[in-house]
C-alpha cells in the first residue's frame, strides 16, 4: 500500500511523551537516574495516589521524561515483563493531538491494540485521553492527547519531592532516537509497519557492509515521522564469524526490544564530565581513534585532548558533524544502554563511527564470554 499525501498526514505526533521502563526496583531506578543523570524528580504514584497493583516514578530533565514503573503483586504485566527482559523499556508514548483518532488510523491499518482509547480524569485539572498499539517483542506505543490536561504528569499522579536528592542537571535536552533490535530477517518487517502503519518513512539505510568488523555484524534502517521529530532506527543481525552484539542482546532480553534510548545535549564535553564524575560507565576507544580523526572529519570546534579525555567519537556528514557517545548497558543484563549526542548540523547516526563502535562493544561482549 503506497500512503497517498492525504495518508501522510493521518498520525501527527507532537513530541515523544515519555519512555517506560519496567524495572524491579522503581524507587532504586528513580534514585539512581536522579543522582547519576541529573534527571529531577517530577511525579509519583502507587498506594498512595490510589493505584494498587503498581508504583511509578517520574523523572525529568528538559523535554525528556522517563517513567520508573515496578508492580505491587506477583504475577501481573508488570512483573512477568520485568521476570523475563530485566529492566527495559515497555513504552515509548508519544504525544499526539489526538488519541482517540490516533488509535483508529493505526488498527485500521493492522496495528494490533494495546490500549483502547481512555479517558484519564482528574477531578481539577482536566482529563488526558491515551491509547496504544503494540510493537515488537512486549514492546508498545502508546499516544498521549495531553491538551486538556493541567496537572502533574497524568491523573492518578503527585508531585514528588526527594529531598534528599542532589538536584542539578547534566544538561541534556531531549530524546533525539530511541532504537530497537529486532530478530533475524525481521527488520523489514517492522520498517514496513512503521510506513504503512504509522505514515513513517525510511531515512537511512545500513548494511551489513557498513557496520560490520572483522567479526560481527548488523544491519539497521532508520524510520522517520513527517516532521523528523522522531526517529525509530531498527537493527537486526546479521551474519558474521562471531556472535552479533545484536544476537547477544536478543539472548539476555529474551526476544525483541529497545536497546537504546539518544539524549541530546549542546555541551557533550561538560555533560559526560558530569556523568563519569556521577558514576555513568562509558565504553572507552582506543586512541588510535584519535591519531587519523581530524583527516577524517576535518576541523571541529572541540580539542581532540578532551574529545580523547572522554572517549568522544565525532563524524561528519554534508550538513555539519556529530559528537556521541555511548554507556555500557545500564543495567545487569547486556542489553539496554543510553547513547549522548551532540549534533552540530549533521542529521545522521555516526556511520564513520561504527566500526570503532563496535569493536567497543565486541571488547565487552568477550569480557562476558558472549563473543
Ligand atoms: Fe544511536
Known amino acids: 500500500m503506497k500512503p497517498t499525501q492525504k495518508d501522510s498526514n493521518f498520525l501527527p505526533i507532537e513530541a515523544t511523551d515519555y519512555v517506560e521502563f519496567y524495572v524491579g526496583n522503581a524507587k532504586q531506578s528513580a534514585y539512581y537516574f536522579c543522582n547519576a543523570w541529573g534527571m529531577m524528580p517530577y511525579a509519583y504514584c502507587g498506594p498512595e495516589t490510589g493505584v494498587r497493583d503498581r508504583v511509578s516514578y517520574v523523572v525529568k530533565q528538559d523535554k525528556i521524561v522517563l517513567v520508573l514503573t515496578s508492580s505491587l503483586v506477583n504475577g501481573n ?59 515488537y517483542g512486549d514492546t508498545v506505543h502508546t499516544f498521549v492527547e495531553r491538551k486538556n490536561y493541567s496537572g502533574v ?20 535536552q531531549v530524546i533525539d532516537h530511541c532504537v530497537a533490535n529486532v530478530g533475524w530477517n525481521k527488520m523489514n518487517k517492522w520498517v514496513s509497519f512503521y510506513e504503512k502503519i504509522m505514515g513513517f518513512k525510511n531515512i537511512i539505510t545500513f548494511d551489513d557492509n557498513d557496520i560490520s568488523t572483522e567479526y560481527t555484524a548488523l544491519m539497521s534502517k532508520v524510520m522517520s515521522n513527517g516532521n523528523g521529530y522522531i526517529k525509530f532506527p531498527i537493527n537486526e543481525p546479521a551474519k558474521g564469524k562471531k556472535k552479533s552484539q545484536i544476537e547477544e542482546y536478543l539472548d539476555f532480553y529474551y526476544g525483541e526490544g529497545i536497546q537504546h534510548l539518544a539524549l541530546s545535549t549542546n555541551n557533550i564535553i561538560e555533560t559526560v564530565a558530569q556523568l563519569k564524575s556521577r558514576g555513568v560507565d562509558f565504553l572507552s576507544v582506543p586512541d588510535s581513534y584519535y591519531q587519523s580523526l581530524l583527516q577524517r572529519v576535518g576541523t571541529i570546534d572541540e580539542s581532540i585532548e578532551s574529545l580523547k579525555k572522554y572517549d568522544i567519537l565525532v563524524d561528519r556528514d554534508d550538513e555539519g558533524y556529530l559528537l556521541q557517545i555511548f554507556t555500557k548497558p545500564i543495567g545487569h543484563r547486556p542489553t539496554v544502554f543510553f547513547e549522548i549526542i551532540q549534533r552540530k548540523g549533521a542529521k545522521s547516526f555516526g556511520k564513520g563511527n561504527f566500526k570503532a563502535l563496535f569493536e567497543a562493544i565486541e571488547r565487552e561482549q568477550a569480557k562476558r564470554g558472549n563473543l
Do not use: M
Not at 108 to 131: C, D, H, N, Q
Not at 153 to 172: M, S
Open 77 to 135: 504485566d508488570i512483573a512477568k515483563h520485568v521476570a523475563k527482559h530485566g529492566d527495559g523499556v515497555k513504552v515509548l508514548a508519544l504525544r499526539v493531538p489526538d488519541a482517540t483518532k490516533a488509535w483508529k488510523e493505526t488498527t485500521k491499518r493492522g496495528a494490533k491494540s494495546y490500549l483502547k482509547p481512555s479517558t484519564l480524569k482528574s477531578k481539577k485539572e482536566g482529563k488526558v485521553i491515551v491509547s496504544g498499539i503494540q510493537l
Open 153 to 172: 504528569f497524568l491523573p492518578n499522579y503527585e508531585v514528588w519531592t526527594a529531598h534528599c536528592i542532589k538536584l542539578q542537571d547534566v544538561g541534556l
